[in-house]
């Protein structure tokens, strides 16, 4: 899809009622380049978006468009491009048949994150529903896979922790500055990651003054993190990562500890390894337009970035412990999740890369 | 039950796995006049209190007391005096057996708050399930209806916003010292009084960052703040109450939009009133263990009560309307709910009133 | 400034580093039709706009734009609009020299809402420093008084609690629906609404879990809700108002209990009375872009307008008390503040009214 | 100070408007063998209790016991223990004549933490200013050093995040289970960790929804983590410490990352492995009031610690990375400082150490 039409493009969002699709909707009905022309909720049939989210009920279309039920034929139709925003395992069911029908699918869910089906049946204790289409799939993380992006029918929109670990420590694997070894991210989340669902365990008075590590220590995402670090660094990585659950709306701030290939042993070579970090950041993201990287005393703060589909890095050197350690912090529902997702979208159909998430 | 034995009274708690039931559990283990023979929960049946309430496992009895499934026959045996933490309606189904197997009930819903039922019926919308038990029911607010509690067999503790409006305005009704027209409570609301319930709703996400009214313009609560207001009257009085959900944990704080029986015209009328109403209050409470009037500036803030079974309370008269405003500030499990059951438990035992209420 | 120009227009903020300064800031960066030119912070002198808010360092203007110490000869100079983001009293000391420099100011603060300067004195506790200017200020919500913003050269933008009770007043009060007599406004706000300032009140530990009335009965913002009001009713309005700081960052929202000019005394009086107030709410606002009325069971909710210019309002008739019963729910920094400042400006200018607020 | 008297002790805090100070004054109120004999704050001299904490106004004593100005002459007279809730720098300065004057000091600040007057100018940038007192001093974690506190008349009370991060290692350090190389761990804290101080990055807008870490990579609190292990270790210990603000008033969570001393390999290997870990902690902790080993699927979880004085313990042995991960949960107010103070207090002075903390 490398060339821009002019007209707006059809697209349409399968699952826009939970949190992920609720800012789907937001984006798409404000991007100026997409026509959103369907939206399917199994729970809302019939109804409109702006009765389902009055706070988008100031623009026309949220006032006409109504919510469908899903089905792969009529979306087919009225739409080029297909959102997923779906749990694991429902997604590939509506992929298979949107692909078929030659829509581009970018699916949020885990789905099609991971090139091995047998790693997905590890991590996510089913089969892979749709084990061929792995091979065609495109993981969308566009600051490490611009170009694949570009001529992708698939896109594997990347998750919201596996954002925040791999961008810090991507640029620092492929230039050999960090070790592939011995990789922590400490994390933690606010609530809008687990969902929309009615669980006691995400209620307010459950979640509100409380501080909590969960999923350890193999959480799911893990898969996704490793393969791409994997990838990256061209032998397998294994990584310990550590979720926690507080109480924010929205937000990821990861912590990472890392070993320096070469361990600095005065003020002299920390200086030199610190410049050639910068210089590695700076090549990978000075040019990125959702990349920030933090400067002077500054550390990532999530305030500073919820609302905006940008991610936060700092880093220091700790000359005590002989660690790099790297901090980032994203959106998780846009950066980590519906934002990724548009950009994603921008990206294969030739936008300039921003539209519609400034 | 006016002679307090030494030996402590087997209690027991239905429906022991909400927000107020947990309290319950919480001031129960730790009264020195009573055992926790029994808490019932069909959800958790079989586990004991330890492993579902992990914050009360440093007390012994936690380990070994364990829930079980509620049945009238086994509540009986074990126990004398049986606290209902159920929703409406299905309290009374529990009260009926336990009353005429000869257990003193204190019921925390709002079963048997009503002298009427049809009032009942036409706030609950459904028939009262045991009307026959409504004369013997006594209002468990024991600052109003302390010697009626003191001979009780079944009191129906009083309902969380009530007694935030009743406190500030009945001793003032009965001084006749405000009109009983055009009474208006404006309250908010911590979230823990949606109750444990796993709805969408009540996600922290739904409630944190949100304040919304609800349950306008008729609050089922309206039924018995009007009929204890109406008996402290000696006449009909109708309210305007709003409850507004914010987010916070715990806490109701109530706004009080009154008018003085006989309006004052100047500042020398304005101190003689606010003389009166400072001696109604401090004649009604300033014997009252769980009652803080405020003097000088300051206001009601839930924070100075969260975690206390006390109730603040201030006033300021109006010049510029002519209006008496009161405030009260409570925490909504405890003066709210499972404090004020416990405090009634011990009026009608005959137990120091702040007997495992500090 | 009735005929817009094509190139942008110079602006500048004075005060720019507090909660509404802040936002200005946001919303001038992108707002199409204007340059921001300057913004001024003695605290934060010669830093950029993106060392102090990262948040909006992606904008290239934020990394080269320096806060400047305020000086009125030098923002006379640099730009033809001046938003002063200023406490009281300090607002007008730089109105003066910029109004007499031939800007048009947009001033935030209260120092231009009240017609009297006596009434000024009475609430504000000081003489008011330019009463001369009083006479040119127009009271700046665009939904009540467009005409008079669009020639204006001093605009006193309305302040935020103000705005959240005269919206869904003052049409009724016009139309003589309502009685102008026994208006109560019972309102809640996020913290935000305190300002920037270190002080320990406003702490995230004293006001986390905390509930308070305040500034009871006689807050500041009354003075402007009441003119305002008197203006419309064509007779002195008193108002009884209580605002109340509860644990958000920003929102506010407003209960209004009101007194129908005729009661209605059945079902048939109540549906004609229902329909004289729907339709003059839609004759006030439906084709207002920033109010949005609320129909069926929704009841506004400060999480659908937090980030948004909106105000969302819906009433209830309550049949048992007589009472007409308004609710509105608003951002307090934006449609309460800089949003408002930035509404007016779009009318003064003869910008669409949405441009940069969408 | 090892015989327990009958006569209620009389102590006296100082600095006592703080969080802590305010959180000791409730504790000691209610202590049953203590006389809170003074209290002082420059700040609040010549006001009740009552007055400046509403919360403990149903003490009587609060209604007479005043703030003083902080003499120590007038202390010593007043009371045989003093707890000192200062800034560091400030705390010696009231040690130094409490102690010649024969009072116990039980000092909340890091002052007497540390047994090395150089370590303590490196990380706390100012001379020592009693280093003599330091060899007197004991590290007030009863867990770890109790038979020292009974006989000390200086008791440096640990500090919030040492205790969440010592009591997890240091019985693995000393069974030799854990490497003592490469150590890390990240920690979060509630917003009262930083004191009542009026600085804007603790209000509530700046803190709502927000997640940061600071004071990387050489937060003050290391020298004295990486003290006590290189004490239990017998030779020195580097400790990565990451700390980061999350929006809760109270709690601290620490996730630890530690290395076995023998990797395990298998499954069997890691069985045995945790069985060795299980004993450990079980010899540790069993008897011990104040710390709740969890078993089973739990994780610490602040929610159920905060109001106590309880640390929540859980690990997991990871057979991916071949770590061990430890995570603790404590209220930093009560464990982490104030309740940790009157348990040292409670050791020293012979009372069961649960005395007025349950």
Redesign the interface.
């Known amino acids: 899809m490398s060339s821009p039409s002019t007209d707006p493009i059809p697209v349409a969002i399968v699952g826009a009622s939970g949190?992920s699709g609720e800012e789907l909707v937001r984006l798409l009905l404000?991007h100026p380049s997409v026509n959103l022309a369907a939206v399917t909720s199994r729970q809302y049939s019939g109804q409109t978006v702006a009765q389902i989210f009055?706070?988008f009920?100031?623009h026309p279309k949220s006032r006409t468009l109504r919510f469908t039920d899903p089905n792969p034929d009529t979306l087919a139709r009225a739409a080029r491009i297909v959102f997923l925003a779906l749990p694991h395992g429902v997604a590939a069911e509506f992929a298979i048949p949107l692909l078929a029908a030659g829509c581009t699918v970018i699916d949020l869910s885990a789905d099609f994150r991971l090139r091995s089906a047998a790693t997905y049946a590890e991590f996510y204790n089913h089969e892979h529903p749709a084990p061929h289409l792995l091979a065609q799939a495109v993981y969308g993380l566009p600051e490490l896979h611009r170009d694949q992006i570009r001529n992708a029918t698939l896109v594997a929109s990347a998750g919201c922790y596996p954002t925040s670990i791999l961008l810090p420590t991507i640029p620092l694997i492929r230039a050999g500055l960090i070790k592939s070894t011995g990789i922590?991210a400490?994390s933690?989340s606010?609530?809008?990651g687990a969902g929309?669902?009615?669980?006691?365990d995400?209620?307010?008075?459950?979640?509100?003054?409380?501080?909590?590590?969960?999923g350890?220590?193999?959480h799911r995402h893990l898969s996704e993190i490793e393969e791409q670090l994997t990838l990256a660094a061209g032998h397998p990585v294994?990584?310990?990562f550590?979720p926690?659950l507080?109480?924010?709306?929205?937000?990821?701030?990861t912590?990472l500890?890392l070993a320096p290939a070469e361990p600095f042993h005065n003020a002299t070579e920390a200086a030199a390894l610190a410049d050639r970090i910068s210089a590695c950041y700076r090549d990978a993201y000075a040019n990125e337009?959702?990349v920030?990287l933090?400067e002077g005393k500054?550390?990532?703060?999530?305030?500073?970035?919820?609302?905006?589909n940008?991610v936060?890095i700092a880093w220091?050197l700790?000359p005590?412990?002989g660690?790099l350690?790297a901090?980032s912090?994203e959106d998780n529902i846009l950066k980590g999740a519906s934002g990724q997702a548009v950009q994603n979208m921008n990206v294969l159909c030739g936008f300039p890369e921003t539209t519609g998430l400034?």
């Not at 995400?202 to 969960?214: D, I, K, P, Q, T």
């Not at 507080?246 to 701030?253: A, D, L, T, Y």
């Open positions: 949190y404000h009055p706070k009920a100031s922590i400490d933690l606010g609530v809008s929309r669902k009615a669980e006691v995400y209620l307010f008075c459950e979640c509100n003054e409380s501080l909590r590590a969960y350890v220590p193999k294994t990584v310990q550590t926690h507080v109480p924010v709306n929205r937000g990821i701030h912590t500890y337009p959702f920030r933090l500054a550390l990532p703060d999530t305030k500073n970035v919820v609302g905006t940008l936060e220091r700790d005590r412990t660690r350690l901090f912090a400034q």
